[in-house]
């Protein structure tokens, strides 16, 4: 028993001893892995290398001259022992290496230097022929070679090691080829890619030639008068978030498929693709817990994705980038688009989005007080500025508030000054309508059906229809106090305006049912949408909720005619400055509005006599005065009767049309003075008799 006692005993002592000893072990190998891991983790960081490499030019250069210490004499012994002389050139060329490090901007750059760094050294220690490896590889080279040409080649491979270093630091050009060696060295010299993330090349530099824009003799605007994009977007731990979206799924029994993250100026975009038999609408149900998640409001969800089986979660950036107008100007996409391609933005994955007024061919915009409406305003204006000529090109501008298109005045491309009354609005409408319905009769009389077929076949003593394009500002002032008469005009151009080159752009802040009518609405399907207050609104403007979840700050839902779901786009920002640029570059080139006069005096004379729109009959008084001032002077237009005879405008053009249906007249022609058809026999007749009589005399 004793015996037994005693064995079971050394087993216990020796089962502990092996226990004890494994768990030494384990403890040893957990602080190993866990230093490798901090080793790891430095050697990783982007500040390891530079400061390697920095600390390493001062050893080098102080040992040089005996001022690092007994260290620095050790480093001094071993270098000379493995290299020679080529120890004073170590400072310098570990200087060069931290220098390349930080301003090199190829990928795999790490490598490249290492393998020039030690190309260097061995080519200088071969060059002195001291050291053990300059000696080695001098004497292989002078059994090859011979000594002369083992010089030659000793100074040809520290020439072509400083080639590679002047590679390496020389800044890419966007539209440079690579060399012929780089072509060899493909791999090294690719650039840097961020894997799942969509960037956009925009080319600014590349230069486009004339032929490629046929309008005639237009100065355009040149892209230095606006400012570039300078700043990227922060999309902040993608990594992370990835990994919180799908573990938010499955918290909630969701098996979904993660795919492409795309980085736009305003927010991110995570796809996913959810397995089969999943409902979408317990995905968008999940919009809050999200939210919560990835620490991050708001979060608009897209399911699906248009064109794809994918749903897209948009999370909002850490920091934003500017989109600007001279980056989508450049665009080859912009450059041989439509006479009216508008510069919209980007969408979320970072691409550039333009907007033919053509095709839409109205506009409705609406959004609350500071998310970037009027700036959208401004980028429309300029984008159609910039392609096309005053001559081809008229704005009229209706600002109630005053402020927002005051900077335009001097704009060559205005047809009135900016309009800032209720009542001048009501004329200018009615004027449009009468200038449409005078354009579809000149089409009538030509058998053309819209105004491209119309200026194809013009010839260049005919009537020239340059496109029009109405804005207003805010539309909610004039239709709380003109309401059911501004709705009708509205409504009247956008179903005729189209064909004879009449567009409409309208903004409110309000986007109520009182504003934006049924009828309204019908009418222009065209439609963006920037930050809202509540979804009743965001319904109101899209007939779809999502406008309340946008960030401001030209955050926005456009959503183009026949389209069934928007797209998220961030709208140019433009600044005052470049606003007032623009202006000045027209002002210095001599281009300043030239208003028509007649018509200016037609408004006005309407705007301060209202009520006089008197009817008259064939046998009035007046008409047969008007055919004698008419005759006499050989002038027809509506102001001249109206000065001469004190009466209002709609009389005045009433009376000349009854006079061209007398024949004493001709038909209208745009701005220029009727042509008076009577009475000139008479006068001639009238002057010759007179110089008869003064002969006689």
Same mark, same amino acid.
């Given at each position: 028993m004793k015996k037994k006692n005693k064995n079971a005993g050394k087993k216990r002592q020796k089962f502990s001893y092996?226990?004890?000893l494994s768990e030494t072990f384990s403890g040893i190998f957990d602080l190993l892995l866990k230093f490798s891991k901090i080793l790891i %983790?430095?050697?990783?960081?982007?500040?390891?290398?530079?400061? *390697? +490499? #920095? /600390?390493?030019? &001062?050893? !080098?250069?102080?040992s040089s001259f005996n001022l690092a210490g007994k260290f620095g004499a050790f480093v001094l012994k071993i270098t000379f022992f493995l290299f020679g002389k080529a120890h004073y050139f170590l400072g310098p060329?570990?200087?060069?290496?931290?220098?390349?490090?930080?301003?090199?901007?190829?990928? %795999?750059?790490?490598?490249?230097?290492?393998?020039?760094?030690? *190309? +260097? #050294? /061995?080519?200088? &220690?071969? !060059?002195?022929?001291?050291?053990?490896?300059?000696k080695k590889i001098e004497k292989g080279a002078v059994f090859l070679f011979g000594p002369i040409l083992s010089k030659i080649f000793s100074v040809s491979f520290l020439l072509f090691s400083l080639f590679l270093f002047f590679l390496l630091l020389k800044r890419k050009e966007e539209t440079s080829q690579p060399s012929y060696f780089k072509r060899f060295l493909i791999p090294i010299f690719k650039e840097k890619e961020i894997p799942t993330i969509k960037k956009v090349e925009v080319k600014t530099k590349e230069k486009i030639s004339k032929e490629e824009f046929p309008e005639k003799g237009y100065a355009r605007l040149p892209l230095e008068v606006f400012e570039a994009e300078k700043e990227e977007s922060v999309a902040g731990n993608i990594e992370r978030n990835v990994y919180l979206i799908k573990k938010t799924m499955e918290d909630f029994g969701i098996e979904v498929e993660m795919g492409q993250v795309k980085v736009g100026p305003t927010v991110t975009q995570y796809t996913l693709k959810p397995a089969e038999g999943v409902k979408v609408s317990r995905i968008t149900s999940l919009v809050h817990e999200l939210s919560l998640n990835l620490a991050a409001h708001p979060i608009r969800i897209e399911a699906p994705i248009p064109g794809k089986s994918l749903v897209g979660i948009e999370v909002p950036n850490q920091k934003r980038a500017l989109v600007r107008l001279r980056n989508l100007f450049s665009l080859k996409e912009f450059q041989n688009s439509s006479p009216l391609m508008i510069a919209a933005g980007r969408d979320v994955a970072g691409e550039p989005v333009l907007a033919d007024l053509l095709k839409m061919p109205h506009l409705l915009v609406?959004?609350?007080?500071?998310?970037?409406?009027?700036?959208?305003?401004?980028?429309?204006?300029?984008?159609?500025?910039?392609?096309?000529?005053?001559?081809?090109?008229?704005?009229i501008l209706v600002d109630p508030k005053r402020v927002e298109f005051s900077i335009y005045q001097n704009l060559p491309h205005l047809l009135f000054p900016v309009i800032l009354e209720t009542k001048k609005t009501v004329l200018v409408l009615n004027w449009l309508i009468s200038e449409m319905e005078r354009r579809f009769e000149t089409l009538a009389l030509k058998q053309k059906r819209n105004i491209f077929e119309y200026q194809l076949s013009r010839k260049d003593d005919e009537e020239e229809m340059p496109f029009i394009v109405l804005i207003i500002d805010e539309l909610a002032d004039l239709m709380l106090s003109r309401g059911k008469e501004i709705e009708n005009k509205i409504v009247r151009i956008a179903q005729l305006g189209r064909a004879v080159g009449i567009h409409l752009v309208l903004a409110t802040q309000r986007p109520s049912v009182e504003v934006l009518t049924g009828l309204i609405k019908?009418?222009?399907?065209?439609?963006?949408?920037?930050?809202?207050?509540?979804?009743?609104?965001?319904?109101?403007?899209?007939?779809?909720?999502?406008?309340?979840?946008?960030?401001?700050r030209g955050d926005a839902l456009f959503l183009m005619s026949g389209a069934t779901k928007p797209k998220r786009i961030q709208t140019p920002f433009i600044s005052e400055a470049e606003l007032k640029k623009v202006i000045q570059w027209f002002e210095k080139k001599g281009m300043f509005p030239n208003f028509d006069n007649e018509i200016l005096e037609a408004l006005e004379s309407d705007f301060e006599e209202k009520d006089t729109e008197e009817i008259i009959v064939e046998g009035d008084p007046l008409l047969e005065e008007a055919e004698r001032l008419v005759v006499q002077t050989r002038k027809a237009s509506a102001s001249f009767l109206q000065?001469?005879?004190?009466?209002?405008?709609?009389?005045?053009?009433?009376?000349?049309?009854?006079?061209?249906?007398?024949?004493?007249?001709?038909?209208?022609?745009?701005?220029?003075?009727?042509?008076?058809?009577v009475g000139g026999e008479e006068k001639e007749k009238k002057e010759e008799k007179e110089e008869n009589d003064w002969e006689s005399i």
């Open positions: 092996f226990k004890s %983790k430095i050697f990783s960081q982007k500040w390891f290398l530079p400061s *390697l +490499f #920095l /600390f390493l030019t &001062s050893i !080098f250069t102080l060329l570990c200087f060069l290496v931290f220098f390349s490090i930080l301003f090199s901007k190829y990928a %795999k750059k790490e490598i490249f230097i290492f393998l020039n760094f030690f *190309l +260097f #050294l /061995f080519g200088i &220690s071969w !060059f002195f022929g001291e050291g053990f490896f300059g609406a959004g609350a007080t500071g998310t970037g409406k009027t700036l959208f305003l401004n980028s429309l204006i300029l984008s159609l500025v910039y392609k096309n000529p005053s001559e081809t090109l008229k704005f019908a009418n222009i399907t065209s439609r963006i949408a920037f930050q809202v207050a509540t979804q009743f609104d965001s319904r109101t403007i899209l007939d779809m909720g999502g406008a309340e979840k946008l960030l401001g000065r001469r005879m004190r009466i209002g405008y709609a009389r005045a053009a009433r009376l000349l049309d009854l006079l061209e249906k007398k024949g004493v007249v001709g038909p209208a022609q745009g701005s220029k003075p009727r042509e008076v058809l």
